[in-house]
T-cell receptor, first 116, second 112 residues
């Protein structure tokens, strides 16, 4: 059973370009989360999605960032007009549609974005 | 809003020393509590969890007890190994919810 798959693992973009990060959740998981980890900082929640719906985007910057999780295909985190401050590791996680307490979320290995 | 506060690192210990990493959480509702571990260049992995007061989570020699009275979930291990060197994250999740909020992480170095 494959884990959460993220690609690309490493991405270099020039200032002003667009970055697209993809995440395929674990099989059977319908919830996807995106987190950002800045160098030497903690993990910041960005957005939580279910298929075709954004449930909570309270951690997403108001401009340039967007996320989707279509009915078919991976979840995409899109960053338009990247700036140097967007350089970070972006982690995707997924969880099954359980209603119980203590829902473990499973992380991918991350996508490292470098803006030059 | 909901938050998690954990002790700043880095923490440097000799092999076989005792480890405690403090973690406190905001007391909104009755959250589930987690410890995740991150090895260099990798994503986070669940280490242990507890879903209600007085529960003790344990795994690989690590333990943490859900203390409602002190809103704490401190991570402990009696004898650390070099292979325990990693970043440890405390996290909370609201009851019946899915959004998980993480602390800033505590880096642990264990010297041989």
């Amino acid at each position: 059973n494959a884990g959460v798959m993220q690609n690309p693992r490493h991405l270099v973009r020039r200032r002003g370009q667009e970055a697209r990060l993809r995440c395929s959740p674990m099989k059977g998981h319908s919830h996807v989360y995106w987190y950002r980890q800045l160098p030497e900082e903690g993990l910041k929640f960005m957005v939580y999605l279910q298929k075709e719906n954004i449930i909570d985007e309270s951690g997403m910057p108001k401009e340039r960032f967007s996320a989707e999780f279509p009915k078919e295909g991976p979840s995409i985190l899109r960053i338009q007009q990247v700036v140097r401050g967007d350089s970070a590791a972006y982690f995707c996680a997924s969880s099954p549609p359980s209603g119980s307490s203590g829902n473990t979320i499973y992380f991918g290995e991350g996508s490292w974005l470098t803006v030059v | 809003g909901d938050s998690v506060t954990q002790m700043e690192g880095p923490v440097t210990l000799s092999e076989e020393a005792c480890l405690t990493i403090n973690c406190t959480y905001t007391a909104t509702g009755y959250p589930s509590l987690f410890w995740y571990v991150q090895y260099p260049g990798e994503g986070l992995q669940l280490l242990l969890k507890a879903t209600k007061a007085d529960d003790k989570g344990s795994n690989k020699g690590f333990e943490a007890t859900y203390r409602k009275e002190t809103t704490s979930f401190h991570l402990e291990k009696g004898s650390v190994q070099v292979s325990d060197s990693a970043v440890y994250f405390c996290a909370r999740q609201n009851t019946g919810g899915f959004k998980t909020i993480f602390g800033a992480g505590t880096r642990l170095f264990v010297k041989a």
